[in-house]
């Protein structure tokens, strides 16, 4: 079955106590991305890639690092979480930008 | 800045057709998206549009006007299941960032 997994689902933390949270794709896709959905601020891109080895900034890209050493795989890292990281989280890969396939998204509790 | 505009709420009848605006002012432009989102998942895609012009996928319809900077989504003969959130999407220049709207929160009645 054609899907985008992420690892874990939910997730309660100490501020500082450093996370990484895993996207994994089977789709072959190229494009992966990372978002974070906050009430009343929709989704808002927190980075990208176009392939293996490439990564950029989205809109929101403070306090989060990315890798991309596979194709499938597209790790979020917080080194030192902070509430204000408090968050849903969703992982996309996509055949092209327009038209991205979600995981099923990844609830963060930063205390 | 760069932005996307879309209603936060829209209210319609079971059965009646609906339609979701998104205004977007952005650097550039390469297409529009449309996402649904129902409460507790994930946004699935629904729908693209380059070029300006009508899309029909079943009940779903989706509008573009680059001169008008404006795109709609148009739900027909619509049903409860329905009830969702709708993002706009545009990525608006060559380096591949999207920017979502902030999302229609659609209700049926019945």
């Known amino acids: 079955e054609a899907q985008v997994t992420q690892n874990p689902r939910y997730l309660i933390t100490v501020t500082g106590k450093k996370l990484t949270v895993t996207c994994s794709q089977n789709m072959n896709h190229e494009y992966m991305s990372w978002y974070r959905q906050d009430p009343g601020l929709g989704l808002r891109q927190i980075y990208y890639?176009?392939?293996?080895?490439?990564?950029d900034k989205g809109d929101v890209p403070e306090g989060y690092k990315v890798s991309r050493k596979e194709k499938r795989n597209f790790p979020l890292i917080l080194e030192s979480p902070s509430p204000n990281q408090t968050s849903l989280y969703f992982c996309a890969s996509s055949p092209s930008r327009d038209e991205q396939y979600f995981g099923p998204g990844t609830r963060l509790t930063v205390t | 800045g760069q932005s996307l505009e879309q209603p936060s709420e829209v209210t319609a009848v079971e059965g009646a057709i609906v339609q979701i605006n998104c205004t977007y002012q952005t650097s550039g432009f390469y297409g529009l998206s449309w996402y649904q989102q129902h409460d507790g998942g994930a946004p699935t895609f629904l729908s693209y549009n380059a070029l300006d012009g009508l899309e029909e996928t079943g009940r779903f319809s989706s509008f573009l006007s680059r001169s008008d900077s404006y795109g709609y989504l148009l739900l027909q003969e619509l049903q409860m299941k329905d009830s969702a959130s709708y993002f706009c999407?545009?990525?608006?220049?060559?380096?591949?960032?999207?920017?979502f709207g902030k999302g229609t929160r659609l209700h049926i009645l019945p």
């Open positions: 890639s176009m392939n293996v080895e490439v990564t």
């Open positions: 999407a545009v990525s608006p220049d060559r380096d591949d960032k999207i920017i």
